[in-house]
């Protein structure tokens, strides 16, 4: 596994950052390391109920999720645990949530930086990348 994006998967980052333009080299490394990719689309989504129940489903959370804030931080800790090596979490095409709920928005992106500070401490990657038009307004860092 070469390139950038190989190197920043071996490296165990965690993070919260603005997505690349182009995901698919990303995805293939992530890939190539056996490092779990989940694709949280939030297309139509635009409440903090909605948010949860989409993640839910797309980061293969427990039956017994609890569809809360807590809950949501203690199945990312749990997805810790089970042995991957690190996971990917592409948050794309969640503008109507970012100009409806901007305050689940800003919620859910700081449980994420807690989980990956979590993930990272445990020598594994997590990190969770956000198409720009899904936090209009929030500074997030290019992924280097």
Same mark, same amino acid.
């Given at each position: 596994?070469?390139?950038?994006?190989?190197?920043?998967?071996?490296?165990?980052?965690?993070?919260?950052?603005?997505?690349?333009?182009?995901?698919?080299?990303?995805?293939?490394?992530?890939?190539?390391?056996?490092?779990?990719?989940?694709? *949280? =689309? /939030? %297309? &139509?989504?635009? +409440?903090?109920? $909605?948010?949860?129940?989409?993640?839910? !489903? #797309?980061?293969?959370?427990?039956?017994?999720?609890?569809?809360?804030?807590?809950?949501?931080?203690?199945?990312? *800790? =749990? /997805? %810790? &645990?089970?042995? +991957?090596?690190? $996971?990917?979490?592409?948050?794309?095409? !969640? #503008?109507?949530?970012?100009?409806?709920?901007?305050?689940?928005?800003?919620?859910?992106?700081?449980?994420?930086?807690?989980?990956?500070?979590?993930?990272? +401490?445990?020598?594994?990657?997590?990190?969770?990348?956000?198409?720009?038009?899904?936090?209009?307004?929030?500074?997030?860092?290019?992924?280097?």
């Amino acid at each position: 596994m070469a390139g950038k994006f190989g190197k920043l998967i071996l490296s165990g980052r965690a993070g919260v950052f603005a997505a690349p333009r182009v995901v698919g080299p990303l995805r293939a490394a992530a890939r190539g390391a056996g490092v779990a990719w989940f694709d *949280l =689309d /939030l %297309a &139509g989504v635009a +409440s903090r109920e $909605a948010f949860l129940k989409r993640c839910a !489903g #797309a980061l293969q959370l427990p039956a017994y999720f609890g569809h809360n804030w807590d809950a949501l931080h203690e199945s990312l *800790l =749990d /997805l %810790a &645990g089970a042995g +991957s090596p690190g $996971a990917v979490v592409h948050w794309r095409r !969640g #503008a109507a949530l970012a100009k409806r709920a901007p305050d689940s928005v800003k919620t859910a992106l700081e449980i994420l930086r807690e989980s990956s500070r979590y993930w990272a +401490s445990t020598g594994r990657v997590f990190l969770v990348v956000v198409d720009r038009d899904s936090a209009p307004g929030l500074d997030l860092p290019p992924l280097r």
